[in-house]
């Protein structure tokens, strides 16, 4: 089974640092599949992932894990399978 | 159903729109969001080609307004922006619309009194806010054009609108981006977090009429839930300690401390130590002079994107005897800050 691990990073309150994590996890079968596709290709070509709006700040970004391979894809471009997938937690 | 997905490249929604295996319905949706992607970005582009323009040739332009207007939308816990209207923000029963509105009026009156500021472009510019966007949503944020306020998840932080820091922290990226422009990364990105930190909390502290001892000088206390309070953490970022115990985020405190590919969040701890030293070296109130002075680095040059914390260091210091020539102690005092992280 395939499946992605997803880390939210950045924001105001600096998500990804030592005691504030936003991590989820789902099988890439979940998404529809016009977003499985589209998923395939952003690992097959990570240099056509969307990049961050200029001049925008605090904004959260999406680190998405297929096996060995990581890319990070600005909030506004992942789809909501994906980012409804992270809990909040403190560690 | 319209298909809403972002994430795919405009190629890939045009070779989609052609697969025979989707439902009609499906592929004229594709086409019609390769469309609407296209013009987007489009706007967006033309949005921050604007900024650059406006920015150098500020001097010859038309003030829109001689003071903003503030304006209120409510997402209602979607992430459509900006939202419904909010007709009459200051006398709104919704605490969320009312705090944004109120204090965003109060950001514009602290940079027109205090700065000679016109708003974030200093030509008027509306101040715009979001408030209820998305659901349980942990965080606030600018997006290029306007604030955008969550309410939090009740457990970790509570409704973003109730950190006045938070707001003048959100508004002061508006300033940064008319100005000096800063990139999101590297030392550009550190002082870029660090500068909305230093406003958001002179502003709270202008606010509240505190002197630099009076003040607390964390970031974020009035947004931490109560799972976080009982962890003992007690803001998101201490400008007097940014390594502290009680910080949700903790930071160096060194220059040399930064690390490459280091979150801006994170990297913001050294400057905001200078800003901190500096302000308390010299005592009075932050925005008196050294307030003045970071000011005066940030709007008083033009865009420098990537500017290096040291060239910012070398420009306050250089601000500091062309806006005080005949007051050694505030020289001194922005020395004494920035001496302290290592720069």
Partial sequence: MDRLKIERVGGVAGFGGPHLKSRGELALSDLSAADQKAVEQLFAEPDKVPAARRGQADAFSYRITRGAQTIEVPEHAVPSAIRNSVKDVLE | ?343
């Fill in chain 2, 1 to 343: 159903m319209p298909c809403t997905c972002c994430i795919i490249p405009n190629d890939v929604l045009t070779r989609l729109s052609q697969d025979k295996k989707l439902s009609a319905t499906l592929r004229k949706q594709l086409v019609d969001t390769v469309q609407v992607s296209h013009e987007l970005r489009e706007l967006r582009n033309q949005a921050a080609k604007l900024t650059s323009v406006t920015a150098a040739r500020s001097a010859g332009l038309v003030t829109l307004a001689a003071a903003p207007s503030v304006t209120a939308y409510d997402c209602k816990h979607t992430q459509s922006l900006p939202g419904t209207p909010v007709p009459k923000p200051k006398t709104s029963s919704d605490g969320s619309v009312k705090r944004a509105f109120n204090q965003t009026g109060k950001v514009a009156k602290f940079y027109q009194q205090v700065f000679n500021r016109n708003s974030i472009d200093d030509h008027g510019m509306t101040m715009m806010s979001s408030v209820h966007f998305g659901e349980k949503y942990n965080n606030a944020m600018w997006n290029g054009s306007q604030m955008i306020y969550g309410d939090g998840d009740g457990s970790i932080f509570v409704d973003f609108t109730r950190g006045s820091d938070v707001i003048g922290h959100e508004l002061t990226h508006g300033v940064t981006q008319h100005s000096l422009q800063l990139a999101y990364s590297g030392d550009a990105g550190g002082l870029n977090e660090s500068i909305s930190d230093c406003f958001g909390s002179m502003f709270r502290q202008w606010e509240s009429k505190q002197d630099v001892k009076k003040a607390d000088w964390l970031i974020g206390r009035d947004i931490m839930g109560a799972a976080a309070k009982k962890k003992g953490f007690t803001c998101l970022r201490d400008m007097a300690d940014p390594a502290a115990k009680h910080c949700l985020a903790p930071q160096p405190t060194k220059y040399s401390q930064i690390t490459p590919g280091m979150d801006p969040h994170y990297s913001s701890g050294p400057p905001n130590l200078a800003f901190y030293t500096a302000c308390t070296t010299l005592g009075g109130y932050s925005w008196a002079r050294i307030g003045q002075v970071w000011y005066h680095s940030l709007t008083g040059f033009g865009p420098t994107p990537n500017m290096t914390m040291k060239a910012f260091a070398a420009r306050t210091r250089q601000g500091a005897h062309t806006l005080y020539p005949g007051e050694a102690a505030v020289f001194a005092a922005v020395d004494a800050g920035w001496k302290k992280i290592g720069l």
